[in-house]
């Protein structure tokens, strides 16, 4: 990787655009530490420290800690990843919005411009929800939000609410900016960057634990290197998983052309493990987070049956995890089967004269490639699904606070490994001969 980096700053178009990109990831991190007004810092980390962790814990994380620290880019990308979500799901099921995908680069556009739309209502209610859950006092009576001598707290509401939405919006922009100037992947390298500048305090966070261990609680000192023992472990089976793939045997006939031959040779049809990347995980994450969304409504904390309802939703309950579980499956099967058309494979094979040893054209190729790509779907989405879970499980045996580090491992080594793909692709097509040359 830092091979591939070094190449490509020794090219003065792609350094161009690895600048541009640390410039915007610059913009985003300062955009994170601008403070919302009429909100107390303090509160809402005091508010994050009764709750343990659970949703604002991981909002916190996904953010860079802006959420925290009550900042302009609190809500992240997470609106966009919502409003992603819903409009594929109902590009399937609305015959406009299906037809619009398969427009090329006009329905795209289009589709896009949808997506901004619902991103944008989206974050106008979850912003109204953090206002709500903001207003909730904590053990101590304190109120996060903070109303201005001589304005109505109607004011405060909406420069809080349309500060959120603002913020949220321009992270958007910023990713696009990214795709379209930078070196690409914009969301996914916003999201990295949020990640990863939370580094220090895990840092801390595992001092803490020594400190622990050195105040009397000894079984500290097998869990710590445990634990960093296991994320490395997790790191290098997600790079090997990663680029594992299923090569699917092709050979094409021999054509006679005047007084040539040509095919004959033999190929492959490389089906990935994990084809979805790190989406999957992105999207079970952003849907979970909606019960988060309804508990700024309600009191999560009362003996009704909303509150025993939104409790199952905790980031360290196994509810949680079996659904993680399940919605991490459901949407790497989606997103593979947008990705590959068996009856499509099938059939550019029979036009290039091509087929699988053993297997006839036609159905019988589009059913094998269906078959083959369905198993390792089922392969690289229980392997993402069982490192995303695994700490969640190992946190409640150990009762140590490591739930999120699954999905934030996923995420950041995947986007850094397509961040590296990308970078080669771009330097493979500056560095290729044309037959002028």
């Known amino acids: 990787m830092l091979e591939t980096i070094r190449n490509a700053w020794k090219i003065a178009d792609l350094r161009s655009k690895i600048l541009y990109t640390l410039m915007i990831l610059m913009v985003y991190r300062i955009g994170s530490a601008i403070p919302v007004p009429f909100l107390d810092a303090s509160v809402l980390q005091t508010m994050m420290s009764q709750a343990g962790g659970g949703l604002l814990g991981y909002v916190d994380i996904l953010t860079g800690g802006a959420f925290a620290n009550a900042t302009l880019f609190a809500m992240g990308i997470s609106p966009y990843i919502t409003s992603s979500i819903v409009v594929q799901l109902l590009a399937v099921a609305i015959p406009y919005l299906e037809q619009l995908s398969k427009e090329g680069e006009a329905g795209r556009k289009k589709m896009n411009l949808i997506t901004r739309w619902v991103t944008l209502g989206l974050a106008l209610i979850q912003s109204f929800a953090y206002y709500m859950l903001n207003r909730r006092p904590t053990n101590t009576g304190a109120v996060a939000v903070k109303y201005l001598d001589g304005f109505p707290g109607v004011f405060s509401a909406l420069v809080i609410i349309l500060t959120f939405t603002a913020g949220s919006m321009m992270v958007v922009w910023l990713g696009e900016q990214i795709d379209h100037k930078g070196i690409g992947n914009g969301i996914s390298i916003i999201l990295f960057a949020g990640i990863i500048s939370r580094g220090p305090s895990i840092v801390l966070k595992m001092a803490a634990y020594i400190g622990l261990a050195n105040e009397g609680q000894t079984q500290y000192y097998v869990l710590v290197p445990l634990i960093v023992v296991m994320f490395v472990v997790m790191i290098g089976l997600i790079i090997l998983m990663t680029t594992a793939e299923r090569r699917i045997p092709v050979q094409y006939a021999k054509r006679v052309v005047g007084r040539k031959f040509y095919g004959g040779q033999s190929s492959h049809i490389p089906v990935k493990v994990t084809m979805s990347g790190v989406m999957p995980i992105i999207f079970a994450s952003a849907l979970l987070s909606i019960p988060g969304l309804i508990q700024g409504f309600v009191d999560p904390y009362n003996e009704r049956w909303i509150g025993k309802v939104l409790s199952l939703f905790n980031y360290n309950t196994i509810w949680y995890a079996l659904l993680y579980l399940l919605l991490i499956i459901a949407f790497n099967y989606f997103y593979v089967s947008i990705q590959y058309n068996p009856i499509e494979m099938a059939n550019n094979l029979r036009k290039n004269n091509g087929a699988i ?7 019988p190729t589009s059913d094998f490639i269906a078959r083959v790509i369905s198993k390792i779907t089922l392969v690289g989405a229980l392997f993402i699904a069982g490192v995303a879970i695994l700490p969640i499980i190992l946190g409640n045996v150990f009762k140590i606070n490591i739930a999120l580090g699954g999905t934030s491992i996923i995420i950041v080594v995947g986007v850094a490994l ?20």
């Open 418 to 437: 397509d961040t590296v793909r990308t970078l080669e692709s771009q330097m493979m097509m500056r560095h290729y001969k044309g037959f002028l040359e």
């Open 357 to 363: 040893p053993g297997i006839r054209p036609g159905r």
